[in-house]
């Protein structure tokens, strides 16, 4: 495939340097907020900022005055520089902002099956209550659009910047061929997927969610065991009336397609790096079959209780 032309070489692992920052660029739906949880514990960190959260997955929204004390605590608009001394920084941030705030950084991250992860989004949206929303004002407009149909939840352009191609933009926001309120243009595919690869190669490990990689491939570049427990996972007790039971439209696999087309490119490639092609066929096929289970069976998020978890984003 053309495509591959652009991918990076293989380099050899990296190992963690205590005297450095480790920061971790948390892709939502995507075990960040048990990886998060996992690396405080193991590397003990003595001035930690977590949590976080910038412009990028806000997209056009502006209306913050709504939000609780605490929630606007964890958001930093570009007037507000991030932690400077802080030695392990995870969030919802940008790679360009992480990477201009903490240019001696370790980065990594963690990359789910793109269409398995977007489902996931879309049902964990649609899993909160008014209540769980009431500290985030406006905002809840937004993850509201869940409770509608998934291919609704695709379409809607007031949450594009969650849906569509997000791995990409990520890395790249802010980047003029990626608009806040519209879909990445097919025409852009080629050359964002090898600048988005350029900036993958800075990390230090980018692991693969599925069958656990990321866990030895931490504990590789840790040096040392490294457990990730499952800090929100799906159960089958609801946890909102929203009925789970939505039809699919004949066009949402074309949508989920589109909407993860540069994703399943990077998300291929590192899969690949640890197994077969075959392999990662079968995880491809296993987890978004998955999913879509858990739409018909009504499954929904049994969140983590206390701890600093947020109705933003996972």
Not at 99 to 106: K, L, N, T, V
Request: charged share 25%; net charge positive; aromatic share 10%.
């Amino acid at each position: 495939m053309a495509w591959q032309k652009l991918l990076p070489k293989r380099r050899p692992g990296r190992k963690f340097d205590e005297r450095r920052p480790l920061v971790f660029l948390h892709i939502p739906k995507s075990a960040g907020t048990s990886l998060t949880h996992a690396l405080l514990e193991v590397l003990q960190p003595r001035n930690p900022a977590v949590s976080l959260f910038d412009e990028v997955l806000f997209g056009s929204f502006s209306d913050f005055s709504g939000f609780s004390s605490a929630e606007r605590a964890r958001i930093y608009l570009p007037n507000r520089s991030l932690p400077a001394d802080a030695d392990l920084i995870a969030g919802h941030v940008s790679f360009r902002r992480l990477a201009r705030s903490y240019p001696q950084g370790q980065y990594i991250t963690v990359l789910r099956e793109p269409i398995a992860r977007l489902i996931s989004h879309w049902r964990y949206w649609r899993s909160h209550t008014d209540a769980q929303l009431r500290d985030v004002g406006a905002w809840a407009d937004r993850v509201r659009i869940a409770r509608g149909s998934l291919e609704s939840f695709l379409q809607h352009p007031d949450i594009v910047q969650t849906t569509d191609n997000l791995y990409v933009r990520m890395l790249l926001y802010p980047h003029p061929d990626i608009p806040p309120d519209a879909p990445i243009h097919p025409r852009h595919y080629p050359q964002l997927v090898q600048e988005a690869l350029r900036e993958l190669r800075r990390f230090s490990v980018v692991g693969i969610l599925e069958e656990r990689l990321f866990e030895k491939q931490l504990s590789e570049f840790l040096d040392r065991d490294f457990f990730c427990p499952k800090d929100n996972v799906t159960s089958q007790k609801a946890s909102s009336d929203t009925n789970f039971d939505a039809g699919i439209e004949t066009n949402v696999w074309d949508l989920l397609e589109s909407r993860t087309h540069m994703d399943r490119k990077l998300w291929r490639f590192f899969c690949s790096q640890r197994l077969s092609q075959d392999a990662c066929d079968k995880i491809e096929r296993k987890t978004i079959a998955l999913e879509f289970c858990k739409i018909t069976k009504g499954w929904s998020i049994n969140m983590r209780a206390g701890g600093q978890e947020s109705y933003l984003v996972r």
